[in-house]
């Protein structure tokens, strides 16, 4: 049972376009989210962050919005950047509790 | 300041055999979590160690094991490997008090291939 999922393995962007990387989540207990980019053969690396409190939070080009209601979390990228090609996982939590990470989904921004 | 170090960062064993991986957190982080990334399942999991104790554990098999060290290193161990096991284990350290607020800093991992 996933209780975080990212529906879409794979996303193919322009570069310079915006790149919208989506996640859904089932546990009403997560408060806290946060995004990771990884590279092959690398640990995953910190992205940016929200707290359940807020709707949104904002980080350079990076951009992460909340919608509680509908247990939605999508992370903007803008504009987006070759460099920006990797996977993006999305990973939550709840109070002293464990990060529980999605699937993954293989971002390439094409120049 | 030194990142999280994994030891070994490959490694090839055979069924059967048992493992034991290695990681050294930040300075000053409390916190070591292990996870296991296979192809297309994501980071799955394993376990946290905080102050030496185990706070929060996956769901694996017994076979799955770890433990922390008084100065916050944390080693895990396999045993009776299976082909299945074949994965990057990942390691990632925190400060542990409410480590998910500044972010888990992760290790390079260990690629473990079983055979």
């Known amino acids: 049972d996933q209780q975080v999922k990212q529906n879409s393995p794979s996303l193919s962007v322009q570069e310079g376009r915006i790149s919208i990387l989506n996640c859904d989540y089932t546990?009403?207990?997560?408060?806290?989210f946060l995004w990771y980019k990884k590279y092959p053969a690398e640990g995953p690396t910190f992205l940016i962050s929200i707290s359940s409190i807020k709707d949104k939070n904002e980080d350079g080009r990076f951009t992460v919005f909340l919608n509680k209601s509908a247990k939605h979390l999508s992370l903007h990228i803008v504009p987006s950047q070759p460099g920006d090609s990797a996977v993006y996982f999305c990973?939550?939590?709840?109070?002293?509790?464990?990060?529980?990470f999605g699937k993954g989904t293989k971002l390439s921004v094409k120049p | 300041k030194a990142g999280v170090t994994q030891t070994p960062r490959y490694l090839i064993k055979t069924r059967g055999q048992q493992v034991t991986l290695s990681c050294s957190p930040i300075?000053?982080?409390?916190?070591v979590s292990w996870y296991q990334q296979t192809p297309g399942q994501g980071l799955q999991f394993l376990f946290e160690?905080?102050?030496?104790?185990?706070?929060n554990k996956g769901n694996f098999p017994g076979r799955f094991s770890g433990r922390q060290f008084s100065n916050s290193r944390s080693e895990m161990n396999v045993s009776t490997l299976e082909l299945g096991d074949s994965a990057l284990y990942l390691c990632?350290?925190?400060?542990?008090?409410?480590?998910?607020?500044?972010?888990?800093?992760f290790g390079s991992g260990t690629r473990l291939t079983v055979v």
């Open positions: 300075s000053g982080h409390r916190s």
């Open positions: 546990n009403s207990m997560f408060d806290y």
């Open positions: 990632a350290s925190s400060w542990g008090d409410r480590g998910n607020s500044n972010g888990y800093t």
């Open positions: 160690y905080f102050s030496e104790t185990q706070r």
């Open positions: 990973a939550a939590s709840a109070s002293q509790g464990n990060l529980i």
